[in-house]
């Protein structure tokens, strides 16, 4: 069974910076990609970053790209998400996952809403508050 565990989130003003961390455990080695997902207040949940667990490919959604970086440390099976300059309308639930499947990471990026929530294993999620 996978477990995935969420920190790190909080509230900041705007410009500000956050690192989350997702603590795997469980069966997690029979997947190719992990990712971060956020939902906003009456929002679909959609892709913020995915990587590819075996290599350094990663993979950003538009709206954060240049300003969030995601990476693995394998050996302490945490996934994490640095998030800089932070705006209001990054405010959201952020989820980690791991695919059930073996979805392209770039495509499964893309997934929004039911398909991407069937999709996968996720936490409970950490909250992020952006203030302008």
């Known amino acids: 069974q996978v477990q995935l565990v969420e920190s790190g989130g909080g509230s900041v003003q705007a410009g500000g910076s956050l690192r989350l961390s997702c603590a795997a455990s469980g069966y997690i080695y029979d997947t190719n990609c992990m990712g971060w997902f956020r939902q906003a207040p009456g929002q679909e949940r959609e892709g913020v970053a995915t990587l590819y667990t075996g290599s350094s490919n990663t993979y950003y959604a538009d709206s954060v790209k240049g300003r969030f970086t995601i990476s693995l440390d394998s050996a302490k099976n945490t996934l994490f998400l640095e998030m800089n300059s932070l705006k209001p309308e990054d405010t959201a639930m952020y989820f980690c996952?791991?695919?059930?499947?073996?979805?392209?990471?770039?495509?499964?990026?893309?997934?929004?809403?039911?398909?991407?929530?069937?999709?996968?294993?996720w936490g409970r999620g950490t909250q992020v508050t952006v203030s302008s």
């Open positions: 996952a791991r695919p059930v499947s073996y979805p392209p990471c770039g495509t499964w990026l893309e997934w929004r809403g039911k398909q991407v929530i069937d999709s996968a294993y």
